[in-house]
């Protein structure tokens, strides 16, 4: 048996994935286009097409070579047949980019919907997961984070909901 490496699965996915968490840059949106629930919503991933995009591609392509000279020194085993993609074919900047174009991809969407301080324009829920400016409505989902919480969200978004059951009993219990 040989084997082979592909940067997508064992570079590229965690890669993005953990330089979305700490660059911040390029970013989408989800806006409303209508008061009505049945409205739809106007979401743009923008992906790599924001401002900062480039930034972004830069930096993974870094990151790629980098792993590639790391990685590269250890496959001098038999074992191991060598890099399957994007392959020993890419290898100019430009070839790099137009893999991490078309290849690089997150379905770890959050953040729309932040918690945050009453100061910040941004924040559409306090503390308490209320939707400002809305009675009554909660939201605890994976929107509701300030910032990416981590590589894997579903569990910090389990730990929030969590939070979240306690804040609504305690404030059923302050009612009754
Ligand atoms: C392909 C894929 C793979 C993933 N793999 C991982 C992984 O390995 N690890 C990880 O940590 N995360 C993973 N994620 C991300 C993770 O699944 C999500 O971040 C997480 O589920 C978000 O939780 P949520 O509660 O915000 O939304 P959701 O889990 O999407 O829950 C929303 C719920 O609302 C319901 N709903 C929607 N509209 C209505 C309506 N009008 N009325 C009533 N109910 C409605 C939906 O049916 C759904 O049950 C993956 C995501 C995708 C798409």
Same mark, same amino acid.
């Given at each position: 048996m040989l084997f082979h490496y592909h940067w997508l699965g064992a570079l590229g996915y965690p890669l993005s994935s953990k330089h979305k968490k700490r660059s911040d840059l390029s970013r989408g949106f989800v806006n409303l286009t =209508?008061? =009505?629930?049945? +409205?739809p919503l106007n979401i743009q991933k923008l992906r790599f097409q924001a401002a900062q995009g480039p930034q972004d591609v830069a930096d993974l392509r870094e990151a790629l070579k980098r792993a590639r000279g790391i990685i590269g020194g250890l496959t001098?085993?038999? @074992?191991i047949e060598g890099e /399957? #993609?994007?392959? #020993?074919?890419?290898?100019t900047d430009d070839e790099i980019d137009e893999y991490i174009y078309e290849n690089v991809f997150g379905h770890?969407?959050?953040? /729309?919907?932040k918690m945050g301080? +009453? +100061? +910040? %324009?941004?924040?559409?829920?306090d503390g308490n997961f209320s939707v400002r400016g809305a009675a009554g409505l909660r939201v605890v989902d994976? #929107?509701? @984070? %300030?910032?990416?919480?981590?590589?894997?969200?579903t569990t910090p978004t389990y730990m929030i909901s969590e939070k979240a059951a306690d804040v609504v009993i305690a404030a059923a219990s302050r009612r009754s």
């Open positions: =209508g008061p =009505g629930p049945q +409205d001098v085993s038999p @074992w /399957t #993609s994007p392959g #020993s074919r890419v290898q770890h969407a959050c953040c /729309t919907n301080a +009453d +100061d +910040d %324009p941004m924040a559409v829920l994976a #929107s509701s @984070w %300030p910032d990416v919480p981590g590589y894997f969200i």
